[in-house]
């Protein structure tokens, strides 16, 4: 069966950096995209960007450009989304989902940024 | 920072319809199909509705979705108590570099 498996929690201080993987089994992993989506305390999803598993494209959303860097590791199947300059509004829950309908989600690691 | 517009919250009782509409523009659900998901509270989402109405393996046929034009739209019919979730409509944008864009969310509540 199709599986995520992020790693775990992080807490961080306002202008580090994170690094979040995304492990994935039972697919595939070059044929579908991972993007990752975030969502803050309380809010909504928000798209973060994409990455193509197969030759390693990426399209990230406006708003982080320069800020996120997304790759992927072909021989363990992981996917990777680092994170720079944290800031205190980059607290949130970051998912890494299979594209193209993100149909499968990874479990979620919650990244904490505090002084 | 959404650009596709929910109902912050629907509910119903058992057995009622509950819908829930998404509207957007031109340059997303205008162009491209929209998708559904659920979030439970305290997990990730899940793929709910894909393609506008097409259902994923394993999802009831309580769950249906339409689109028109540039809104959507997410039916649950039989609503149960397990319904009770956040609801999120998402479609790529042409416009944002080929963004995709989620739905500001939708609570919703089986009384």
């Known amino acids: 069966q199709v599986q995520l498996v992020q790693s775990g929690a992080e807490v961080k201080k306002p202008g580090a950096s994170v690094k979040v993987s995304c492990k994935a089994s039972g697919y595939t992993f070059t044929s579908y995209g991972i993007s990752w989506v975030r969502q803050a305390p309380g809010q909504g999803l928000e798209w973060m960007g994409w990455?193509?598993?197969?030759?390693?494209?990426?399209n990230y959303a406006q708003k982080l450009q320069g800020r996120v860097t997304m790759t992927t590791d072909t021989s363990t199947s992981t996917a990777y989304m680092e994170l720079r300059s944290l800031r205190s509004d980059d607290t949130a829950v970051y998912y890494c989902?299979?594209?193209?309908?993100?149909?499968?989600w990874g479990q979620g690691t919650l990244v904490t940024v505090s002084s | 920072q959404s650009v596709l517009t929910q109902p912050p919250s629907a509910s119903g009782t058992p057995g009622q319809r509950v819908t829930i509409s998404c509207s957007g523009s031109s340059s997303n659900i205008g162009s491209n199909t929209v998708n559904w998901y659920q979030q439970l509270p305290g997990t990730a989402p899940k793929l709910l509705i894909y393609?506008?109405?097409q259902r994923p393996s394993g999802v009831p046929d309580r769950f249906s979705g339409s689109k028109s034009g540039t809104s959507a739209s997410l039916a649950i019919s039989g609503l149960q108590s397990e319904d009770e979730a956040d609801y999120y409509c998402a479609a790529w944008d042409d416009s944002l570099n080929a963004s995709y864009v989620f739905g500001t969310g939708t609570k919703v509540t089986v009384l």
């Open positions: 989902a299979r594209a193209y309908y993100f149909d499968y």
């Open positions: 990455i193509s598993a197969y030759n390693g494209n990426t």
């Open positions: 393609s506008n109405n």
